[in-house]
């Protein structure tokens, strides 16, 4: 089978990242890059000199059977509507788009052009998120109760998103994923201490029609560098901390129980103590999971995992909690944004 020519648009600190394992790929070739920064377009030029790398969208779309879209947010929809219009199978990175209206017009050029369109909701493919999902759907951690996640650093500060647009693609498309399911409602507070308008700390709530609910705390004013989601069932709780160099997926046999007899309300529920499992969990690095996942998308092997629908959801999340945020916390109905 010919190697798949892919291209990378937007070259910067992510981006960067994508050209890397593409050009680690036996079955892809990095055949464009496209940036409009000179000095990056000059070092990676000299780091990968059979890349054609330009500062054209156009001359990059000409060349390649696949194109990843990783500029700033705000261009997403700009360019991967370029890219999804020439026909080619596209990966648009995190956030899908800024707003709702934007992310469904994307969503549905893909659709008419029956073009592949994928969201950069990377951590879908971390082997450790798809032990849990396995682990919930096959009910190893019982009814789930309610889950919540961790992502808290100091900096980077950006000055075009908060916080929530910034960190909440992962841990929203996560908690979606895990759970099969859209939230409701979702309120949403936060504070801007840094810069005006731009909130460096915010605590999304989501509550689902299942009765699950979900919390997230974004952060990248704080002094720990926390990348953690606590998942609580009724018969086990799971705690992945990809924080940790290994065994980063960790599943207590804890709960409370209620025994079928009993007494006294004291013995009504009881506290179960039990082991502390360390699954071995394969260490695939997400991105290159994510990529090999794309290249069989492009040669229409397989549909999609986070595709563009996931993106839109993820989106009218973010939406819904953005409104919150201005509310002062009020609980904002997710179908309606
Ligand atoms: N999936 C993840 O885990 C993850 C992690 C970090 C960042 N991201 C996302 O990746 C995107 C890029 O983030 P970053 O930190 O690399 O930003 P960045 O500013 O470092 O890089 C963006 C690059 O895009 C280039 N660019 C801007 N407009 C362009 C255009 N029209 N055509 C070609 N190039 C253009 C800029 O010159 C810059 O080099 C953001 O959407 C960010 O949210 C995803």
Redesign the pocket.
Known sequence: MSRLKCGV???????KNHVRTIAGMAEVELTAI????PA?REKLGKQYPAAFVT?S?DEVLRRVDAVIV????R??VE?GMRAVEAGIPTLV???FALTVQDAERLAELAERRGVPLLV?H?LEYHPVIERLKAMIEDETLGQIYYLYAQRVNLGQVRPDENALW?FG??DVSVALFLLGEAPVTVSAQGHSYLQKGIEDIVFLNMTFASGVMAHVQMSWLDPHKERRLTVVGSRQMAVFDDMASREKLRIYDKGIDRPPEYRSYGESLAIREGDIFIPRVANTEPLSAQMQHFVRVARKEIQPRADAKDGVRTVRVLEAASRSLRQGGAPISVEGV
């Open positions: 648009i937007g070259a910067g600190a992510w981006g496209c940036d409009m920064n990056i500062d969208v990783a500029t700033p947010a261009t997403h360019v990175e995190k956030p950069g990377l910034s693609p992962h």
